[in-house]
């Protein structure tokens, strides 16, 4: 692990009681640098909430009044991207500063991978430890777990998130719908009684619980596509599992069990400054809100679950309001990728929808290369230090370790996160643009290019295509919802931007 510090915590600022605020003298004097800082940052990742899934984004059948509070007090983005529209190749990003399509195995992972992040490269949680912050994680990772032979569940899980930067661990190993159905705390499962072990397989089935394929009569949600496992409380899963009873979740009390954890990792210990990353559940599949939010939104349980979602976003900001730790404290708010509505669970969400419009007015959504597969809804807040508004800058979660390490002073070693920009002056809302170009990316195979407005969709030679063979070009200043194929239109400018997306995608470019 790279731990490179050009000012440390302790040196700076071990003085000052109750932490949190340092604000140092900008160490080269370019004018328009922000002043280092180190404030406490909370970076939450919802998993596959959509554009338009809340009220500050224009949803009117889904009540998130935290939500809303949060856009009102803080700088809303209304052009910010997740690099892919898949989970894991996001988060992948989001901690590595590099674009997840650069590196083979970055695809959405079972729940049995290993670890995909190499420890001996610098990450954002790496970074902000270097700068003497408590680093944590809360929720779902999805980025493997263990060396090249996977976890193991029955004894230490190494490496993993301690591995990478993170000082506490509480995860969730891949998603909801994947085993095994168990959290993982620091390098163990939590609850786990060892007379009971856990076997977890992706290729034959084991164990004698039943599947959801044998007996469908067993399920309490249907199933549309997959997800025909072992059942784990009702529900059945991708993968199977054996043991480890005592430590299953409870799909109802997840959002419940998370949220406290994530506020005994705020309140735990005010003596450094603190990073956490909360990464929920919600709203991804199996959606199964707690009792106390079935029916709270107009829009089925899709709704609900982000209703819950928005719940948990009230407990953090209660519990820095407590703290009095508000106004030394920059909450992020965001999401991993696009939405979905049947993503596998027939669980309604289309038949409920009753007229919402989870990516607004974008094309797309989820596992897609337009703009709904990657623009995500992004609120940051500082109270007193960022401005509220609304800012059009193109920013992406790719650009957290540069931006961060400018934030904190940190140098990032050459070569590592190559790909993210420091656009910490358009985060904090001291410029309105940040990149002229983006590259997006459908989680899987196909890439595409934002240059200003512009956007190139490269052409999809697959013979079940999903994009045009001859490539996709559009004019997002006239026509956001990509309607309007320009590309044998703007010949000069899609073979200007299709020769600028081969030379990004060279190693060693961005
Ligand atoms: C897909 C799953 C989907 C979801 C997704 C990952 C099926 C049919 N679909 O393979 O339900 O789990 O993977 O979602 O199995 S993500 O948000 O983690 O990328
Ligand atoms: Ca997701």
Same mark, same amino acid.
């Given at each position: ?8 915590? %302790? ?21 328009? @640098? ?35 509070? #949060? ?23 989001? #901690? ?124 309490? #949600? ?32 997840? %959002? ?105 007015? #974008? ?28 800012? %059009? ?89 990509? @309607? ?27």
């Amino acid at each position: 692990m790279l731990v490179f510090s050009k000012i440390t915590y %302790a040196k700076t600022a071990g003085w000052l009681a109750g932490l949190a605020l340092v604000v140092l003298p900008a160490a080269c004097g370019a004018s328009g @640098t922000p002043p280092l800082a180190t404030p406490n940052i909370v970076l939450i990742v919802a998993d596959d909430l959509g554009f338009g899934d809340t009220g500050c984004y224009g949803a009117t059948k889904i009540p998130t009044p935290n939500i809303d509070r #949060l856009g009102r007090e803080g700088l809303r983005f209304t052009d910010a991207h997740a690099t892919s529209a898949t989970c894991s190749p996001s988060r992948y990003a989001l #901690l590595t500063g590099q674009y997840p399509w650069r590196k083979n195995g970055t695809g959405v992972l079972p729940g049995n991978a290993a670890l995909i992040i190499d420890p001996r490269h610098a990450t954002l949680p790496s970074i902000l430890k270097g700068a003497g912050y408590r680093t944590g994680i809360v929720g779902k990772w999805h980025l493997g777990l263990g060396g090249a032979a996977g976890p193991d569940w029955n004894g230490e899980i190494k490496p993993g998130p301690l591995e990478v930067g993170f000082d506490y661990a509480f995860i969730q190993p891949a998603t909801g719908d994947r085993v095994p159905c168990v959290y993982v705390e620091n390098h163990r499962v939590a609850g786990l009684d060892p007379l009971d072990p856990i076997q977890v397989s992706y290729g034959q089935p084991i164990g004698d619980e039943p599947t959801g394929r044998a007996h469908p009569e067993l399920l309490r #949600l249907g199933l549309t596509l997959g997800h025909d496992g072992t059942i784990i409380d009702g529900i059945s899963r991708i993968g199977f599992m054996t043991g480890g009873h005592a430590a299953r979740w409870k799909d109802e009390d997840k %959002a419940d069990v998370l949220t406290k954890k994530a506020v005994d990792f705020i309140t735990q210990d005010a003596r450094r400054p603190f990073f956490l990353e909360f990464a929920t559940h919600d709203p991804h599949v199996p959606r199964v809100p707690n009792p106390r939010f079935v029916g709270q939104s107009g829009c089925g349980v899709r709704g609900d679950v982000i209703v819950e979602f928005d719940w948990s976003v009230g407990q953090i900001l209660a519990a820095l309001d407590q703290m009095k730790l508000a106004s030394n404290t920059i909450v992020i708010l965001t999401s991993d990728n696009g939405p979905v509505l049947d993503d596998g669970y027939d669980d309604r969400s289309v038949v409920d929808l009753n007229g919402h419009t989870p990516a607004g007015h #974008l094309r797309g959504g989820k596992y897609s290369v337009y703009e709904g597969g990657t623009r995500v809804p992004f609120i940051l807040a500082w109270p007193g230090r960022v401005t509220p508004g609304v800012s %059009a800058a193109m920013v992406s979660l790719v650009d957290f370790p540069a931006s961060f390490a400018a934030l904190t002073g940190q140098v990032i070693p050459p070569g590592d996160a190559s790909d993210s920009v420091n656009v910490l002056p358009a985060l904090l809302g001291s410029s309105r643009t940040a990149r002229d170009q983006l590259v997006e990316h459908d989680g899987a195979r196909m890439l595409a290019l934002r240059d200003g407005l512009w956007k190139f969709i490269e052409p999809d030679s697959r013979a079940n295509r999903t994009y045009s063979l001859a490539g996709e070009l559009y004019d997002l200043e006239q026509d956001l919802g990509e @309607t309007n194929n320009l590309n044998s239109t703007q010949r000069e400018r899609r073979y200007q931007l299709s020769s600028t997306l081969e030379q990004t995608r060279q190693p060693g470019k961005r």
